[in-house]
């Protein structure tokens, strides 16, 4: 089994410790107040949600590793003399985190080159997902999250995420060479030098040079922390895959843009446009006005490069074997099954499906009347701004999309996003396998006062209880929770000795 197909699992156990942490269940109402460790919890004062209609409970108190809003607390930053949007944003996310960054006696271009790094880790690449093992400053990509893979009947490994912070004795080790090739190659050349079996190398391979050398700066600033972590429990991964210098894991094989001249000066691409115009999988022709081209080649670097958004919205993402080429045919149209496990609780979701985003029909994309401002709202409070639920408000952005950490991207980025995924989506190569109207998460409960009038809770003790509401007025599964079915107008609750959703779910 390929370790992208557990892509979002990862994602979830951390996400859903950020996300209770940051006032999940409160997407209506206020941030949480400041989590107990002092000033982190600042941040998390100036969320933006609140503003649209009557404000809702207040969330659990915050720490605001990814609920923070990092834009709200530049405006002013001394830190900020001389940088650009994306360095200020990423040292004030970091800032405001409350992770003290060693910036002292650094110049103009070095702090640059660290804000630039810090903007990715904290607004795109999800880093602290997995590589944190708890929210909060204490914990800041200290590794040790330990991750189940399945990987054949009765056999599963456990990969370890690694502690990413300069601590001597069990921090990253790697020199700058090293980290690039484990990018690049992803080859675990310092341990077992098999395949990094769960780090998103596959998306990674494609930064440019200066991006990953941008994030490993930023890496050798953080604090400190002294984590030790238990090794991997796997044998026989294969190694990685070379990295082949073209652009060849989608439709058709496109050269990338040099880095470097024949002279070994550097060649710049401001945004990484053509780099991102390179790698779209699909091969889709950027639109003709040179604004909105510049937008989809940078849109197209950060949804293939640095965050992978295909990981949790592709069923499934790449081919189960190296070279582990893209599936355009499925390429976000979303379908990926998650169950929250555990987690449930605290995330208020049972089981939720990713949302089909470049779906001819079904697209989030391609809805009728979508725009910028509702692909904004939705992000940035963490809402599904094109609907309406039972109560009449935009249902909350179920876990585990990383909206907290997306929100505070640069607009120039959010609107980059939106340009490269309508135009996918609007492209002929658009997606039509998957493209289905999805269902909305199943909402996890304890008794029915926790779901809409005229719903129940699938709650006691009777060991079939899945905590979920369920029994509302339906007219096909689309209207129901994931995995649940619309029989004779209401929504049943999932067989589990016959669902093959359930059975698809990812589990943790
Ligand atoms: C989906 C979860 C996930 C995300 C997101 C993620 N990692 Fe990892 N990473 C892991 C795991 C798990 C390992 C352990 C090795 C493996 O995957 O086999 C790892 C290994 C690593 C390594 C070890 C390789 C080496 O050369 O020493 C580095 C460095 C690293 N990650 C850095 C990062 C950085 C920086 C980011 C964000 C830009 C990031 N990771 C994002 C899960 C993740
Ligand atoms: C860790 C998994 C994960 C990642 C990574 C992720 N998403 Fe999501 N996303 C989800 C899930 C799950 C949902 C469905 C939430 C729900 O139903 O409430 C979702 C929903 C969305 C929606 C809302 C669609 C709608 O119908 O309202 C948008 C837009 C979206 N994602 C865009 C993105 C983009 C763009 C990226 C990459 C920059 C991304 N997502 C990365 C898991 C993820």
């Known amino acids: 089994m390929r370790a992208t197909v557990f892509g979002g699992v990862c994602i979830c156990v951390a996400a859903a410790i950020a996300a209770a942490c940051s006032g999940n269940d409160g997407a209506q109402g206020p941030p949480g107040p400041a989590g107990e460790a002092g000033a982190t919890g600042a941040t998390g004062a100036t969320g933006p949600a609140g503003e649209a209609g009557p404000q809702g409970p207040q969330g659990t108190p915050g720490i605001g590793f990814d609920g923070g809003d990092a834009k709200g607390s530049t405006a002013g930053n001394p830190l900020c003399v001389g940088l650009s949007d994306h360095a200020c944003i990423g040292l004030s996310a970091a800032q405001g985190n409350g992770v003290n960054l060693k910036l002292t006696g650094l110049s103009l271009p070095q702090l640059e080159q660290i804000g630039e790094g810090a903007y990715i880790v904290s607004t795109q690449a999800i880093c602290t997902d997995c590589h944190s093992p ?84 930023f890496l050798k600033v953080i604090p400190a922390i002294n984590n030790p972590y238990p090794q991997d429990s796997k044998s026989g991964a294969p190694p990685g895959v070379t990295f082949p210098g073209v652009y060849n894991e989608g439709a058709v094989t496109r050269p990338l843009p040099p880095e470097v001249d024949m002279f070994d000066a550097s060649v710049p691409d401001p945004g990484f446009i053509l780099r991102g115009t390179a790698i779209d999988p699909l091969g889709v022709t ?30 499934p993402d790449r081919s189960p074997m190296p070279p582990y080429s893209v599936s355009t045919s499925t390429f976000l149209s979303g379908g990926t099954v998650i169950a929250a496990g555990v987690y449930a609780p605290q995330v208020r979701v049972v089981r939720v499906t990713t949302a089909n985003l470049i779906g001819a029909q079904h697209g989030f994309f391609n809805e009728p009347g979508m ?68 269902q909305p998460a199943a909402r996890y409960c304890t008794s029915s006062s926790d779901c809409f009038p005229g719903e129940s809770c699938n709650s006691g003790d009777s060991g079939t209880a899945t905590n979920e509401c369920y029994g509302g007025p339906c007219s096909t599964d689309a209207d129901c929770g994931t995995c649940q079915t619309c029989s004779a107008g209401s929504c049943a609750l999932p067989d589990p000795s016959t669902s093959v959703c359930l059975q698809h779910a990812l589990q943790f």
Request: glycine residues 6%; hydrophobic residues 35%.
């Open 134 to 217: 708890a929210p909060d400053p204490q914990h800041y990509l200290a590794g040790g999250l330990s991750i189940p893979i399945p990987v054949g009947p009765g056999v599963t490994w456990t990969i370890v995420s690694r502690n990413l912070t300069p601590d001597p004795a069990t921090g990253m080790k790697d020199t700058l060479d090293q980290f690039i090739n484990a990018e690049r190659n992803g080859t675990d050349t310092l341990n077992s030098n098999e395949e990094l079996i769960f780090h998103p190398w596959q998306n990674h391979r494609w930064m440019s040079t200066s991006d990953l050398t941008a994030i490993y700066q």
């Open 286 to 315: 950027p639109p003709t006005d040179p604004a909105l081209a510049a937008q989809f080649g940078r849109g197209s670097y950060i949804v293939n490069a640095v965050v992978g958004c295909s990981a949790c919205h592709s069923s």
């Open 371 to 438: 725009s910028f401002a509702t692909f904004l709202t939705t992000i940035t409070e963490g809402i599904h701004a094109d609907e309406m639920n039972e109560a009449g408000v935009a249902p909350p952005l179920a876990f585990p999309m990383p909206w907290q950490e997306f929100r505070n991207m640069g607009l120039d980025d959010l609107e980059a996003l939106y340009t490269y995924l309508s135009t996918l989506a609007h492209s002929p190569q658009a997606t039509t396998v998957n493209d289905v109207v999805q």
